[in-house]
């Protein structure tokens, strides 16, 4: 890049792409989960909207991370690559920090480590500074080497995703709770989006010990969209009900979807 093109590349960069009340943040401290649900769909779009940007500025190339064999001695890697938004609720730090030492190691292209430094001025624009000032401590922690774009957008997604068990507990109370008719113009495809959202970090929570998706959450989904005030819009859903049940039934299972 010339100076000029560096210069109006870093003003793209160092812009906001989300608005301030979209900026990637943690949930309100609230033991009734006011904001709960909202907050969370809020980052997940504001994450879709991050990570289009990021492609734009032609960065998305260092969200990629490497597997390698023995970072010390061979630039020689494993057939294990994982993208830091797909794939950050089952990566480690210490895997991240790996990625990163053997980019700093074995990869001599200049606009790898520029577009490093890239990724982490873009997310600083971008993070609500309450949760960046938390990652950034973290951050710190790491080799100097490494304490780059990659890592950080790890402890931003490793802090949005990493929810309390009281938190998930809430999560499932808030969308148990939901009602159609509380929300302005019965706006399906907003609920479609809060329960989403509320699947996806359900999902990514639970574990062997603990499956937060409960054998009846589909039957609560199938309640909520018969909340709505179009009788012929609920009937859909409890016809469907009825059917699972009577296939759940069949089978001595509670439901069935």
């Given at each position: 890049?010339?100076p000029?093109?560096?210069?109006?590349?870093?003003d793209?960069v160092?812009?906001p792409?989300?608005a301030?009340?979209?900026?990637l943040r943690?949930?309100?401290?609230?033991?009734?989960?006011?904001?709960l649900l909202?907050t969370?769909?809020?980052n997940?779009?504001?994450?879709e909207?991050?990570?289009?940007?990021l492609a734009?500025l032609?960065?998305l190339?260092?969200?990629?991370?490497?597997?390698?064999i023995d970072?010390?001695?061979?630039s020689?890697?494993?057939?294990?690559c994982?993208?830091l938004f797909?794939?950050?609720?089952?990566?480690?730090k210490d895997q991240?920090i790996l990625?990163?030492k053997?980019l700093?190691t074995?990869?001599d292209?200049p606009?790898?480590?520029?577009?490093m430094?890239?990724l982490?001025?873009?997310?600083?624009?971008?993070?609500?500074?309450?949760?960046?000032?938390?990652?950034?401590e973290?951050h710190?922690?790491a080799p100097?080497?490494?304490?780059?774009?990659p890592?950080?957008l790890?402890l931003?997604?490793h802090r949005?995703?990493?929810?309390?068990?009281?938190?998930?507990n809430?999560?499932?109370?808030?969308?148990?709770?939901?009602n159609?008719?509380d929300?302005?113009g019965?706006?399906i495809?907003?609920?479609?989006r809060?329960?989403?959202?509320?699947?996806?970090?359900?999902?990514?929570?639970?574990?062997?010990?603990?499956?937060?998706?409960?054998h009846?959450?589909?039957?609560?989904?199938?309640?909520?969209?018969?909340?709505?005030s179009?009788?012929?819009?609920?009937?859909?859903f409890?016809d469907?009900?009825?059917t699972?049940?009577?296939?759940?039934?069949?089978i001595?299972?509670?439901?069935?979807v």
């Amino acid at each position: 890049m010339t100076p000029d093109q560096l210069l109006e590349y870093t003003d793209k960069v160092t812009k906001p792409v989300l608005a301030r009340k979209y900026l990637l943040r943690l949930p309100p401290s609230d033991p009734e989960g006011t904001e709960l649900l909202s907050t969370l769909s809020n980052n997940q779009q504001s994450l879709e909207t991050f990570r289009a940007h990021l492609a734009l500025l032609d960065c998305l190339d260092v969200t990629d991370v490497y597997s390698p064999i023995d970072c010390l001695n061979s630039s020689a890697l494993g057939p294990e690559c994982f993208n830091l938004f797909d794939n950050y609720a089952t990566l480690t730090k210490d895997q991240v920090i790996l990625s990163n030492k053997y980019l700093d190691t074995w990869v001599d292209e200049p606009y790898i480590q520029e577009n490093m430094s890239f990724l982490k001025m873009a997310l600083k624009a971008n993070v609500d500074p309450d949760l960046w000032n938390r990652c950034y401590e973290e951050h710190l922690s790491a080799p100097v080497e490494c304490q780059t774009g990659p890592l950080m957008l790890y402890l931003v997604l490793h802090r949005l995703q990493n929810c309390s068990e009281s938190t998930l507990n809430l999560l499932l109370i808030k969308v148990r709770n939901l009602n159609i008719k509380d929300h302005a113009g019965e706006d399906i495809d907003h609920i479609v989006r809060l329960v989403n959202t509320a699947v996806a970090l359900l999902k990514s929570s639970s574990n062997e010990d603990r499956n937060y998706i409960t054998h009846d959450f589909s039957k609560d989904l199938l309640h909520l969209f018969q909340t709505t005030s179009v009788p012929a819009f609920n009937l859909v859903f409890a016809d469907i009900e009825t059917t699972k049940q009577v296939e759940a039934d069949s089978i001595g299972s509670p439901v069935v979807v």
